[in-house]
């Protein structure tokens, strides 16, 4: 997933977001991110529901 990152790579950018944001802010930025990705997720279900539907609607005119 994170290519040639390695675990040292990790800590450090996990301990510069933890200087810059603080312990308190964490949570709420990642509370935000899970809401982001969820939204994302369904927005991309529904485009994919959407041109199945357009599909079959296609090949039914056919």
Known sequence: MFG???TGEIIIILVIILVFFGAKKIPELAQGLGKGMR???KAA??????ISVDEKKLEDKK
């Open 4 to 6: 040639n990152i390695g």
């Open 45 to 50: 279900k529904d485009i994919q529901e959407d």
């Open 39 to 41: 939204e994302f997720r």
